[in-house]
Structure formats: structure tokens, C-alpha cells
């Protein structure tokens, strides 16, 4: 089974600075794809940034990429020029490229909270 | 832009009783999710759903759990006897059958079980 591990709790950085949330995943399989969703207040969950495994290039939306290692099963996202709107709970995602019926469940890490700094 | 949405948003009920969630998926989407998440913990799934029937269910989604897609346009969650541990924000997804694999998430519904 895979796992996916956020070992941040909680995160801060002050207006218009940069910062990187981490993310770890364990996974047999090659093929794959990997997601950043944010939750705010509200609680929606919103996705921010995808990556396919099979991708080298790094995935870019904005002020929002992500640094993929796939040999150290490794995905942080960074943020740039962080805003105010950026405050929220950041979960880190996986799921199968396997393409079956039995394998579309997104698993998450357990979060990030990210605070930003006026 | 289309949206998942899902109703109540927040819904109170008493131990043992029956709940119904329910939630409007993307028109064109034929891939539908439950996922839950317990107050401060992650969010886990539940089941998935294509062409009628469930294509996956985790641990969570024992007996007392069903969902059902009873018209062209709803996608319910259905919970039998409510326990005190179902207490939980639940969130609807759907995706379509493109090259596209995000899941589009709902706002949620926040469920209380007293």
C-alpha cells in the first residue's frame, strides 16, 4: 500500500517570501501522479499543482512548483511571493496511474498548515 | 466553471439515526468519490463509484455505509445507524473519463453526531 508522509506539521513565512512544504511517498509502482490540494478556512479541498511520475520536467502553476525527486520518492511544493490567500492546510497526494477501476483513490498526507506573516 | 456541490453543508443528527449526504457531481463526469475527514486528521477515503456500481472501498465503508447514484444527476452517501465516530467533515469528488485525473472536490459536509 502506499503512504504518503508530511513531516510539518506547521509552517510560517512572512508576505512575499518564498517557502517549500515538504512531502515524502512510499510506492512499488513506476507509474503514478502526485498532487498538492490546499484547504482553506472553508475547509473545500482545492488542487493546486499535479505531477505525472513519468514527467521530468517539474510541474509549474504560477507562483506555485513543485521539486520532484522521483528516486528519493520526494515532492515539495514551493510557494513564491507568498500571500495573504496562501494561508491554509496543505495536503500532499498520491495516486495510481494503474489504469483500473480499483486503483483511483487519492491517499493523502496528514497536512501542512501554512501561516503567513503580515 | 462547473463545480462539485454537496448538501446540507452541515448536518446534526442523533446516534443510531439514518443519514442521507448528497451531492452533484460535475455534469460530464462519470467518476465519483467519498472521501472523509475526521476533525484535525486526514482525509481518508471511503468508496469510488463508475457506471453504477463501486469500484473501490476501503475499511471504513463497512455495512453500514452505501451510496447510490438514484438519477442522472445526484450522488448520495448513505449512513445507516450513526455512531459518535462518524462524526466528520465528508467531501463528494468527481472526475471525467479524459486525460485528466484530477478530482474536483465539493465543499463538504460537516456531519455531527450526537
Known amino acids: 500500500a502506499q503512504t504518503v508522509t508530511q513531516s510539518q506539521p506547521e509552517m510560517s513565512v512572512q508576505e512575499a517570501e518564498t517557502v517549500t512544504l515538504s512531502c515524502t511517498y512510499d510506492t512499488s509502482e513506476s507509474d503514478y501522479y502526485l498532487f498538492w490540494y490546499k484547504q482553506p478556512p472553508s475547509r473545500q479541498m482545492i488542487l493546486v499543482i499535479r505531477q505525472e511520475a513519468y514527467k521530468q520536467q517539474n510541474a509549474t502553476e504560477n507562483r506555485f512548483s513543485v521539486n520532484f525527486q522521483k528516486a528519493a520518492k520526494s515532492f515539495s511544493l514551493k510557494i513564491s511571493d507568498s500571500q495573504l490567500g496562501d494561508a491554509a492546510m496543505y495536503f500532499c497526494?498520491?495516486?495510481?496511474?494503474?489504469?483500473?477501476?480499483?486503483?483511483?483513490?487519492?491517499?493523502f498526507g496528514t497536512g501542512t498548515r501554512l501561516t503567513i506573516i503580515p | 466553471e462547473p463545480e462539485v456541490t454537496q448538501t446540507p453543508s452541515h448536518q446534526v443528527t442523533q446516534m443510531g439515526q439514518e443519514v442521507i449526504l448528497r451531492c452533484v457531481p460535475i455534469?460530464?463526469?462519470?467518476?465519483f468519490y467519498w472521501y472523509r475527514q475526521i476533525l484535525g486528521q486526514k482525509v481518508e477515503f471511503l468508496v469510488s463509484?463508475?457506471?453504477?456500481?463501486?469500484?473501490?472501498k476501503s475499511e471504513i465503508f463497512d455495512d453500514q455505509f452505501s451510496v447510490e447514484r438514484p438519477d442522472g444527476s445526484n450522488f448520495t452517501l448513505k449512513i445507516r445507524s450513526t455512531k459518535l465516530e462518524d462524526s466528520a467533515m465528508y467531501f463528494c469528488a468527481s472526475r471525467s473519463s479524459g486525460i485528466s485525473y484530477e478530482q474536483y472536490f465539493g465543499p463538504g459536509t460537516r456531519l455531527t453526531v450526537t
Open positions: 463509484f463508475y457506471n453504477n456500481e463501486i469500484s473501490e
Open positions: 455534469s460530464n463526469h462519470l467518476y
Open positions: 497526494a498520491y495516486r495510481s496511474a494503474i489504469s483500473n477501476f480499483g486503483n483511483e483513490k487519492l491517499t
